[in-house]
């Protein structure tokens, strides 16, 4: 009886364990934002403080407009200021100067170059 039990224990232990594991990965196209902000009101506030602006937005969905300063196969930037990558390759449409909302979830700060990262982004507009 007691070999049963134990048994069942660790059956129980692997199926959670399995499941922790290998959870679905976030769809952040699907996801609903956190955060709607212009790239200037972001910039602007990680200039202020940047360690709180980095707890606040951390692994969060966000949406981001602004000007496309810089642009290649799977990159944009908006303004010089928010760096966002994509999965996919980007459309031959998409020209520089022109004005974007972009979803996607911010993944830090990068404090040398003074850029916002995102990535798994997506275009809204």
Same mark, same amino acid.
């Given at each position: 009886?007691?070999?049963?039990?134990?048994?069942?224990?660790?059956?129980?232990?692997?199926?959670?364990?399995?499941?922790?594991?290998?959870?679905?990965?976030?769809?952040?196209?699907?996801?609903?934002?956190?955060?709607?902000?212009?790239?200037?009101d972001i910039s602007n506030e990680f200039e202020i403080n940047?360690?709180?602006? @980095?707890?606040?937005?951390?692994?969060?969905?966000?949406?981001?407009?602004? &000007?496309i300063s810089e642009i290649n196969n799977t990159e944009i &930037?908006?303004? %010089?200021?928010?760096?966002?990558?994509?999965?996919?390759?980007?459309?031959?449409?998409?020209?520089? %100067?022109?004005?974007?909302?972009i979803k996607g979830r911010f993944i830090g700060f990068d404090?040398?170059?003074? @850029?916002?990262?995102?990535?798994?982004? %997506?275009?809204?507009?």
């Amino acid at each position: 009886m007691r070999k049963w039990v134990v048994i069942v224990i660790i059956l129980i232990v692997a199926f959670l364990s399995y499941n922790y594991i290998y959870q679905d990965h976030r769809d952040i196209k699907r996801e609903k934002s956190e955060y709607v902000l212009t790239s200037i009101d972001i910039s602007n506030e990680f200039e202020i403080n940047p360690s709180v602006s @980095e707890t606040k937005y951390l692994n969060k969905t966000i949406e981001i407009s602004g &000007t496309i300063s810089e642009i290649n196969n799977t990159e944009i &930037t908006l303004d %010089n200021k928010v760096f966002c990558q994509f999965s996919n390759t980007l459309k031959n449409t998409i020209k520089t %100067n022109q004005t974007i909302k972009i979803k996607g979830r911010f993944i830090g700060f990068d404090s040398l170059l003074e @850029e916002i990262k995102l990535d798994q982004c %997506n275009i809204i507009n």
